[in-house]
């Protein structure tokens, strides 16, 4: 038995934004980083809900990862100010706090790590969740998991459960006009790794694969003109829409091996996500080819782009050259010394990257099993 879920209201496209006109609350805690605060985005969405007449209290003290400790601080104010909304703008990490934040203003007694997903955790007593991704790729708009990092070991946590998909996720291209290029390449990859996953991985199903499919075939055909055109809202709203839907996806299958990689060397090395991922998305494709149903499951996406190939293998491998292609063309980095890792560092902190990897909810389905010896021979390759 399976589940499909999503949140119960994906708001999209042009002027999605206005939904909040609508919305009826007391109280809303907005969660957001200082540099959006600076930007002015949080305004926008805190204009409209004050013509509500409802309380806005500003939480926007997260940074690039977000931690257990900022979640306990975000959870107090929530609690001071008895909020009944909690409005996310950001990105996936903003996003993610946002839902650590819930977890614990709902939850006083519970620690961040107690969250499994097949226990009970109680949400939406006091309060309900908006998130309103301001980048296009993390997806945690619309899933249920969250990556922060705890604070005493160093270790990003991958924590999910079922009842913490969003509520309602406003998917406004209008916040994405300004990200910077190398953002919206980095995030656009995330996207990418995040529906070639969903599509390959064992628990890939009837329902998680379209909505992977589609983010892919976006991302190949958006992706660059959307890095290079950035002011242009049509191809702003299509990579928007593809983060969300490839959020959907991996929410309803699983993230794998590249994320379970990306996620320990990102933390261990200090490389953020979206860079990470292109490094290691390749090397994690070429080594799941050597499985003859991921090679068949690679050919499939390669026909949805349209390369032509005569066997599947050569169409698996055409689709990770294309992979390759796209993250070189982005500009972005392909190595791990690419970001000042030195060969001394790969080696020194080897044992907790691979220890890291295998504990990561990514390696729990990934298409082709790896070993603690695969997991090494794939960080040195990278270097
Ligand atoms: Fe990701």
Redesign the pocket.
């Known amino acids: 038995m399976w589940y499909f879920r999503s949140p119960k209201n994906i708001v999209f496209g042009e002027d999605a934004i206005s939904y909040l006109e609508d919305l009826e609350g007391k109280s809303v805690l907005l969660v957001t980083d200082s540099i959006l605060m600076n930007l002015e985005i949080p305004q926008i969405v805190i204009k409209l809900l004050q013509k509500n007449n409802m309380n806005v209290t500003i939480f926007d003290e997260v940074n690039s990862e977000p931690t257990i400790n900022m979640a306990e601080k975000g959870a107090k104010i929530a609690s001071e100010n008895e909020i009944d909304w909690i409005v996310a703008v950001g990105g996936?990490s903003v996003i993610d706090c946002a839902k650590s934040i819930w977890i614990l203003y709902e939850n006083p007694e519970m620690r961040i790590d107690e969250v499994f997903p097949e226990d009970p955790l109680p949400l939406r007593n006091k309060a309900r969740l908006i998130a309103i991704p301001t980048t296009s790729?993390?997806?945690s708009d619309a899933n249920w998991a969250v990556v922060i990092t705890d604070t005493q070991t160093g270790q990003k946590l991958s924590i999910g459960h079922k009842n913490l998909i969003p509520d309602i996720s406003i998917v406004d291209p209008q916040f994405t006009l300004n990200l910077p290029k190398h953002v919206t390449a980095s995030t656009g990859i995330?996207v990418l790794?995040?529906s070639i996953e969903a599509y390959t991985i064992q628990w890939r199903n009837d329902f998680s694969n379209p909505f992977a499919l589609q983010a892919i075939k976006t991302v190949f055909k958006y992706l660059p003109k959307a890095v290079e055109e950035g002011q242009n809202l049509k191809y702003r709203e299509e990579m928007h829409n593809a983060a969300t839907m490839a959020g959907i996806a991996?929410g309803n299958s699983q993230?794998g091996g590249a994320?379970a990689l990306?996620h320990s060397a990102g933390a261990v090395l200090n490389i953020n996500?979206?860079n990470i991922?292109a490094v290691v998305l390749p090397y994690m494709m070429r080594f799941c080819v050597e499985e003859e149903e991921v090679a068949r499951l690679y050919s499939e996406i390669a026909y949805h782009i349209h390369l032509s190939f005569s066997t599947p293998k050569e169409g698996a491998l055409k689709l990770i050259d294309k992979t390759e292609e796209l993250i070189r063309n982005l500009g972005l980095k392909m190595k791990l010394s690419d970001f000042g890792v030195t060969k001394k560092q790969l080696e020194e902190n080897m044992e907790k990257m691979c220890d890291f990897a295998i504990n990561d909810t990514g390696s729990l389905v990934n298409p082709r099993d790896f070993t603690e010896d695969d997991i090494k021979k794939l960080y040195n390759e990278m270097f």
Do not use: V
Request: overall charge negative; proline content about 0%; hydrophobic content about 35%.
């Open positions: 996936g790729g993390t997806g995330d790794a995040h991996i993230i994320h990306a996500h979206g991922i």
